[in-house]
DNA sequence: GTTCGATGTATCGGACCGATACATCGGGCC
DNA sequence: GGCCCGATGTATCGGTCCGATACATCGAAC
């Protein structure tokens, strides 16, 4: 999770640690992801064992990044990370590969959706219709609470229930809008929508 | 935080691991909210050395809970757990220790709000104003990222932030509401509310 | 010149998850 | 009768991720 989270946006540029956690917070924080160092640095080394990411600066000698990574001078610390070949075959495997995992975790699917750009629109489908299927049954869940015990719960609980229904039911419209988006070939939100060109 | 929800569940009834889990994804599930065993177990025997809760049925021969419990027979197996004195205390205890953990995390606050009835007003307050700030924190970094960015980032990301942005709006409406009831003394949300008893 | 907040790297203990392994029981089915 | 199967039920293991914490550097304010 974490890892295609960083191959993603190492993907775009390198960067240092700090620059990647908020990157991770504001651009895939949306659908409730927060990142600890603690998971961070681990899962960075982790990837650089696996031979993904390398640390130093981009292979050979490039200027393209240069307004993107304040450029470390020489001094200390500051450890910059790149993403290898190996790195982006990686990022593209993870991507199409959506397990039960993409659909459960509210973070799972954030990370995902938010590469869909780069996500081939078979997968796309697929992700989204699955998402679906799991805020559904977690409606249901909660319709059946709701209808069945409703003399039985306190007021404050019954909110709760009745809260997080709406909220499922929002969630449930919102991916059969994006579905009937993905279908159409358009572009999800914006009135202007190039025809875009249709792998696979 | 799940040593508050099983105490919470226990403190209605005695139960055994199954039907607690059970309890635990339907009752307190709505706010996304899900445990496995895998952390089930463990917090039990945590609970148990700390003396918070026993092993066995309830103390002395009672009766009250038949129908609850599927009331085990002599068998193997089916292990109930029940609430001791020290336990209710610690519940307590935890109801009103509302720190930022109380806030932060979507299950934390799940909780403790579906515990509400059993919470001293004040501390209800306090809950619900020091989510409403953290959930309003997090509509201004989106709404700085959907500003300030809307041209660097691809339609999905986009979205993606719109999306979590709209979510945290209508939170924080939701839990304003909450609080102006909270303040007027009514209860939540139903149509005719009977004025409640004063409970300490 | 020194205090302070932002930037930056890193680790540790612990909470929690997902998978898995069992064992028991009541039915349905041949 | 014998069999399998799905629901009920207890429990553990490896691994991911979090929260707290410790540091070190740097530019700006005072």
């Given at each position: 999770m974490l890892e295609l989270a960083i191959l993603g946006l190492l993907h775009e540029s390198p960067m240092h640690g700090y620059e990647l956690r908020k990157q991770l917070t504001t651009k895939l924080g949306a659908f409730r992801f927060a990142i600890s160092y603690g998971s961070l640095y681990p899962t960075l080394r982790r990837l650089q064992a696996g031979g993904w990411i390398s640390e130093g600066?981009?292979?050979?000698?490039?200027?393209?990044s240069t307004e993107e990574v304040p450029l470390l001078t020489?001094?200390?610390?500051r450890v910059v990370y790149t993403i290898t070949a190996e790195g982006k075959e990686r990022f593209q495997d993870l991507l199409s590969a959506a397990g039960p995992e993409t659909y459960d975790s509210e973070a799972g699917f954030g990370v995902h959706f938010a590469f869909f750009a780069r996500t081939d629109p078979s997968t796309r489908l697929r992700i989204l219709e699955g998402r679906r299927r799991r805020v559904e049954e977690r409606r249901e869940g909660m319709r059946d609470v709701l209808s069945r015990a409703a003399e039985r719960l306190d007021t404050y609980t019954l909110e709760l229930q009745r809260h997080g229904l709406e909220a499922c039911e929002r969630e449930v419209r919102w991916l059969e809008e994006l579905i009937a988006n993905e279908r159409n070939g358009t572009t999800p939100q914006p009135p202007s929508a190039q025809d875009p060109e249709r792998s696979s």
């Open positions: 600066a981009p292979p050979t000698g490039m200027s393209a020489g001094k200390r610390g």
